[in-house]
Every structure is written in C-alpha cells, then in structure tokens.
C-alpha cells in the first residue's frame, strides 16, 4: 500500500471507447477535472449530452452526475486535450490488424504523435491500452523527443482490467491497479492520483514498464485458456456421454482451480480475449520465444471450434438440413450486459447459419443495432417473441437474464419445434425439458423430447 492522500487534478482521457468513456467518467466521480478526448465528433457530442455511445450498465447514471459536477467534458480538440493533461490516460482502440494476428497499433501512434507536441507543461501520461510489451518504451520515448515539455513528461503504465457488463464497479472498485513505472516517484503521484479508490484496501502493485504491458496480456491469455480448457472438456464430454457442467462443478471446488472462467458451452469472443491472445503470439514470435505461447495457438483453435460446434449441433436437431428452416438465435452480444459485438460468437453461429440458407431471427435486448450494421443479413427482432414465432429450433447463445426468465411452457405454444440448443449452460435445463423440449446443451448429453 501507499499514501492515499488524493490530490484533485486536470485529467485528460484519450479515447472515449468501452474503456475510456468510463474512466473518464469515473475520474470526474473521484473528483477530478476531466477532459474526455476522442477524434470521433459523433462519440463526443453524445457523451457531451449525457448519452453513452454504447450500453453499459450504471454508465448512463455516471454520467450524468459527473457532467453535472461541471468536472466533466469531452472534446474533439489535442489542444484542449494537451492543455488539460497534467495527467493523461490513453485509452484508445488496440484492435487485431487486418493482415495479421498482432496488434493494430495506429491509434496508439497516432493519439502520440498528435499530442506530444502540445506538451508543453510537465505531464504524468498512462497508457491504459492493451498493448505489445515493447510499445510504453516506444511511448516514452517519443514522448521525451517531440513534447517541448521533454523529461517532464513522464510515461508509466496502467493496464486496466475491467469487464464490460461490470465496467463501472470495476473502475470504481477494481480488485487490483498495477503500474509499470521507470521511476516510483511516478507511482506515488499516481497514487494520489487514484486516493480515494486506493482507499478501499485493493492491492497496489508496482513494476516496471515491461512487466506492466505483460501482466495484462498474461491475465488475459490466461483467462482465454480457462475457458478453452473447459470448452476443451466438453468435447471430451461429447465424445463420452459425460456432463461438462458436472465436470466444471466437481473440479472447480478445488480451492486451486476455481469455479469461476469454467464455463463451457459456445467460447469467448468480445473486443479483448481473441484479438489480445493472438496479438500476444505474434509478439512472442517477433521476440523470437513464439514456442513459449504456442499453446495458446490451441486456446484459439478450441475457441472457433465451439462456434462451429453449435452449427454442428443445430443442424443436427434440425435433421440435418438448415435450408428453409426457421431458426430463432437468443442474444447477439459477445456477452450479457453489453451491446458489444465485436468476434461474438453468437453473432458468428446466426451469420453463419444464415449463409447455409435457414431463414435466421435473432433477438437481443441491447445489441440489435449494432449486430445490424456488422452483419446484415439474418433477421434481427425487437420482439423476443417475434424472433421465437414459428421457429423450428431455439438457440441460446448469449445467456442474458431475461432469457433465463422466459416461461418454456409458453414459448413452447409460440415455437414449430420445441428443440434447444442451449450454447451457454445457464438456462434451467430441467424446467425445459419438463415443459417437453428436445434440449441439447453444448459439452452435454441430449435430453427430453
Ligand atoms: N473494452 C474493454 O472492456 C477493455 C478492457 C480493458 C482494456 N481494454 C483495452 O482498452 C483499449 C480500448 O478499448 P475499447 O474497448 O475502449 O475500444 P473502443 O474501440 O471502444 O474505443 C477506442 C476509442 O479510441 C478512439 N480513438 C482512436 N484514435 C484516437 C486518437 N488518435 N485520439 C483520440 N481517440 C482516438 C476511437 O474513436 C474510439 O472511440 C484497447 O487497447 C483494449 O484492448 C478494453
Ligand atoms: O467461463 C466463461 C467466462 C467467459 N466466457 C466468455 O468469454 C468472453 C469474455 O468474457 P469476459 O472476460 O467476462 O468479458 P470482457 O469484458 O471481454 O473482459 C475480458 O477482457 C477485458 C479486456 O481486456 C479484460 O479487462 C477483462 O479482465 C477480461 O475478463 C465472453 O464471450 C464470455 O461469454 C465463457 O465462454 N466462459
């Protein structure tokens, strides 16, 4: 732990996006002066108005007290952004890059190379991106040789582990901050910095640059093969007639392994885990220790095969052919709580199964538009019942709550075949069966009918 004292500042957020929308609310919240930066006029102008970009949960509520506070604005402007950055979080976008698995690291630059000749007065910048090891040292270094400020801008980084869905209370109340610093004075300031969620007793960790870039892709890689490692399970249970959630239950009670990241069923997708796993491999490999992840190569494999998996299994209870068939997908987020769709496997299995020619209705409660104008096709409904009307197999693949809730006696008057497949393993299977459904769940037995 460190000193706590909390010391207001002006705070700029580079990069309004899931991450930095939030942050830069959340340091409004704490009581700083906040300037949310962000190139694209759309974002802030919404932001400007007390209205999110994107659906997370608590993020409305947040902001609106923090604009109200006046201790929060956002702006299209570097100049505005540099003369409000005695403390600069960036925050922008680190997708996968179009011709390879590594990291597209042209937000990154960009928001740099644009900012650091605004620098003019000693700053503290924290890169919260999830990046390459290797990139903070580009960071600080081309900050030191195109900032007039110079030395006095310094660069440690922040990693940041919030889940959306929970990104507001991870923000608030994370269970960890590391910082990777080349000087500790640098983390006591961002200890004041962050004084009053300090307060609350979490772990404060404290390491250098490269060993901060590496924690986050560690965390990740590792979360990703959790997830593999069960989904990997369930094959096994598919090819045995063994229950996965039973398996998950059984060893998750070891204290060692945990029950949480143990859930089997459709894989992982989101704006993080695929794209941060193979964007970790490729910088492996430029490191020259690409045998060190090349497991993870595995993780990936297994992942896009649960996605195959659940077009496997649809097609089969449909008898083997999709063509014409009415298909209703239950959810198109990467995950409840989210409008995100970025690599969702759910949207993935609907597309897919479209393109084999079943006439697709897919529901979700907060992601429709988005899922809309990333993949056309398939036909999106408002109206989760209108998505289950008629429809010759039920797929449950993003397990968001109000799913949980539908009656099955009820849907089951709406549907043609009372057949689901349930790719999430959160549904009270017993209860659909009970109401007379054919239930295949991934990595378990088929059962009722
Ligand atoms: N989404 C998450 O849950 C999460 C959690 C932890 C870490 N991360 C990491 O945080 C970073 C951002 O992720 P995200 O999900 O918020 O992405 P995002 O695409 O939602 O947001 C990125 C934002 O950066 C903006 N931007 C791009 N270039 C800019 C520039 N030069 N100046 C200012 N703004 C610029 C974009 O317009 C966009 O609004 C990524 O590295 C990601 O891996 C994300
Ligand atoms: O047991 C599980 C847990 C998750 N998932 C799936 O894995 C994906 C990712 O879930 P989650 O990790 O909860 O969501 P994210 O919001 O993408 O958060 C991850 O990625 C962020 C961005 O790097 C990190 O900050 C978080 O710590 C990390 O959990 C989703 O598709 C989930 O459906 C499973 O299939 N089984």
Known sequence: M?????????????????????????????????????????????????HTP????????????????????????????????????????????????????????SAVENLAPLLTEPALVLGKSTVPVGTAEWVRDTLRELAPAGDAVRLAWNPEFLREGFAVKDTLS??????????????????????????????????????AQLVKNA?????????????????????????????ADAIGHDARIGRRFLQAGVGF?????????????????????????????????????????AVDVATELLDGDVTGKR???????????????????ALDVAGTLHEMGADVRVHD???????????????????????????????HLTEWREYRELDPAEIGALVAGKKLLEGRNALDVDRWVAAGWDVKALGRPRVGG
């Open 174 to 211: 994370p269970d960890r901050l590391v910082v990777g610093v080349d000087d500790p004075a640098d983390a006591a300031e961002l200890a004041t910095v962050y004084g009053p969620i300090l307060e609350q007793g979490m772990p404060w960790v404290v390491v250098d640059l490269a060993t």
């Open 54 to 109: 994107f659906y997370e949960p608590g993020l409305d509520d947040l902001l609106e007290r923090t604009l109200a506070t006046g201790r929060l604005r956002f702006t299209t402007s570097y100049q505005e952004a540099a003369d409000n950055g005695d403390v600069i979080f960036l925050c922008v976008g680190t997708p996968q890059r179009k011709d390879s698995n590594a990291a597209d690291l042209v937000y990154v630059r």
């Open 269 to 309: 997708g989101g704006g993080c885990l695929p794209k941060d796993l193979r964007g970790f491999m490729a910088r492996a490999e430029e490191l020259g220790v690409d045998q060190a992840l090349a497991f993870l190569s595995e993780v990936d494999s297994i992942n896009l095969r649960r996605r195959k998996r």
């Open 365 to 395: 409660p907060k992601a429709l538009d988005n899922a809309r104008r990333t993949r056309p096709g398939p036909q999106y409904c408002d109206d989760v019942r209108e998505a289950l009307a008629g429809a010759d197999v039920v797929l």
């Open 219 to 247: 965390a990740n890689a590792f979360l990703a093969t959790k997830i593999s490692f069960i989904n990997a399970m369930a094959e096994l249970c598919e090819a045995t007639g063994a229950d996965v959630v039973a398996l």
């Open 2 to 50: 460190t000193s706590n004292e909390f010391v207001p500042r002006r705070v700029t957020v580079v990069g309004c996006g899931y991450l930095g929308a939030v942050h830069a609310a959340a340091m409004a919240e704490i009581g700083h002066d906040v300037v949310g930066f962000d190139v694209d006029e759309a974002k802030v102008a919404l932001l400007n108005t007390g």
């Open 327 to 345: 298909i209703a997908v239950l959810g198109a987020a990467f995950k409840p709580d989210s409008d995100d769709i970025r690599d969702s496997p």
